[in-house]
T-cell receptor
Framework: KAGVTQTPRYLIKTRGQQVTLSCSPI?????VSWYQQTPGQGLQFLFE???????NKGNFPGRFSGRQFSNSRSEMNVSTLELGDSALYLC?????????????FGPGTRLTVL | GESVGLHLPTLSVQEGDNSIINCAYS??????FIWYKQESGKGPQFIID?????DKRQGQRVTVLLNKTVKHLSLQIAATQPGDSAVYFC?????????FGAGTRLFVKA
């Protein structure tokens, strides 16, 4: 099976712009979670989707949003970019709705905000 | 609030030695714990997991120990190899989200 894929792998934006990141989960996986990774804050949970519904959300401002499509692919959007949004954005998928189901991560999208 | 943390931010070991990476968690209600390995430029990779009804689980060269009394988790890597050099994260799962620790960087000296 192919792993979790994320596009694009690298992105450079300027302050005030918006960005959309894409994640394709492992085939058959219905849950997708997003994380932000920075040297200072480590891995922080953004949100989790299952069957097109957001089930949980981390402590991020409303500028961060996401959605999931019927084929389980997911996108996240960041509007009005700030310098502090520069980070590695990771997507993880898991098979079903169990809260203890193992997550498998993609390679991430490296976002740089200038 | 809930948190998962690590005792040692860096660990340096000689090739062939055993490595032990420690982690503390604070939510006694968590019932599932995972160790991930992250190499440079890659996403975290699942290593091993353990549920709260167990205190030990073994994989290939790795063992995870769970002590619920003191809310402590450890990852033991036997015969550490240069390819084991990476950042290791413990994680606690509950409520459809995963809380990660800060990470420990493991250096393996040849």
């Amino acid at each position: 099976k192919a792993g979790v894929t994320q596009t694009p792998r690298y992105l450079i934006k300027t302050r005030g712009q918006q960005v959309t990141l894409s994640c394709s989960p492992i085939s058959g996986h219905r849950s997708v979670s997003w994380y932000q990774q920075t040297p200072g804050q480590g891995l922080q949970f953004l949100f989790e989707y299952f069957s097109e519904t957001q089930r949980n959300k981390g402590n991020f401002p409303g500028r961060f949003s996401g959605r999931q499509f019927s084929n389980s692919r997911s996108e996240m959007n960041v509007s009005t970019l700030e310098l502090g949004d520069s980070a590695l954005y990771l997507c993880a998928s898991s098979q079903d709705s169990s809260s203890t189901d193992t997550q498998y991560f993609g390679p991430g999208t490296r976002l740089t905000v200038l | 609030g809930e948190s998962v943390g690590l005792h040692l931010p860096t660990l340096s070991v000689q090739e062939g030695d055993n490595s032990i990476i420690n982690c503390a968690y604070s939510n006694s209600a968590s019932d599932y714990f995972i160790w991930y390995k992250q190499e440079s430029g890659k996403g975290p990779q699942f290593i091993i997991d353990i549920r709260s009804n167990m205190d030990k689980r073994q994989g290939q060269r790795v063992t995870v120990l769970l002590n619920k009394t003191v809310k402590h988790l450890s990852l033991q890597i036997a015969a550490t190899q240069p390819g084991d050099s990476a950042v290791y994260f413990c994680a606690e799962m509950g409520g459809f989200k995963t809380i990660f620790g800060a990470g420990t960087r493991l250096f393996v000296k040849a």
